[in-house]
């Protein structure tokens, strides 16, 4: 059964830091792995999807990486700022529809 | 376009009543997904369908649940009798097909008193 984890739980940054959120699963079989954000009362926001033949995706200040054979995903927020303060979850796409990590609660204090 | 919406936004109702949730994914895709969002648990896989194929029910808790997708577009997730352990956001999400990005819709929280 896949299970994916995601450290840290919670990341509190000064505004202007580069970070990097963690997301490793047990089982490399997949399709793709997604990284959403989710604000607080509201629904899930994707941010990338890599494919399973992939090792990156970009999209502005975020770049996502898969290393499928080490069961590792990272996501890298440059240049961190207020509006980025979220609640940051991954997902792998495999057989079944996604699993997801418990994910990380990112402040970013101005 | 339009986005996957969710009707309606917020929902109390008793133990032991039945309630329905809906869902109408995006145009066009042929995926559609419900998860359910608890507190403390994390997302987890409700129920799947693709284009025209039997549903994977293999995430519902269970037999107090079910789901319809009507047309292959709008789907209704039923949950019955409802008890305090069913209180949650359902998440509602679409795909162009299985295995592509999933878009998720607002949600509707479940508060069973």
């Known amino acids: 059964k896949q299970e994916v984890t995601q450290i840290p739980a919670a990341l509190s940054v000064p505004e202007g830091e580069n970070l990097v959120l963690n997301c490793s699963f047990t089982?490399?079989?997949?399709?793709?792995l997604q990284w959403f954000r989710q604000d607080p009362g509201k629904g899930l926001t994707s941010l990338l999807l890599?494919?399973?033949?992939?090792r990156e995706q970009t999209s502005g200040r975020l770049n996502a990486s898969l290393d499928k054979s080490s069961g590792r995903s990272t996501l890298y927020i440059a240049a961190s700022q207020p509006g980025d303060s979220a609640t940051y979850l991954c997902a792998v796409g495999g057989n079944t529809p996604l699993v997801f990590g418990k994910g990380t609660r990112l402040s970013v204090i101005a | 376009g339009a986005g996957v919406s969710q009707s309606p936004s917020n929902k109390v109702t008793e133990k032991g009543k039945d309630v329905e949730l809906r869902c109408d994914p995006i145009?066009?895709?042929?995926?559609l997904y419900w998860y359910r969002q608890s507190l403390g648990q994390g997302l987890e896989f409700l129920i799947y369908f693709q284009g025209n194929s039997a549903p994977d029910k293999s995430g519902l808790p269970s037999d107090r649940f079910s789901a319809e997708r009507t047309g292959g577009s709008v789907s209704t997730l039923t949950i019955q009798r409802t008890q305090q352990e069913d209180s949650a956001v359902y998440l509602c999400?679409?795909?162009?097909?299985?295995?592509?990005?999933?878009?998720f819709g607002p949600g509707t929280r479940l508060t069973v008193t």
């Open positions: 089982d490399s079989a997949i399709y793709n």
């Open positions: 145009s066009g895709h042929t995926a």
């Open positions: 890599i494919q399973s033949s992939q």
């Open positions: 999400a679409s795909s162009f097909a299985t295995q592509y990005e999933q878009y």
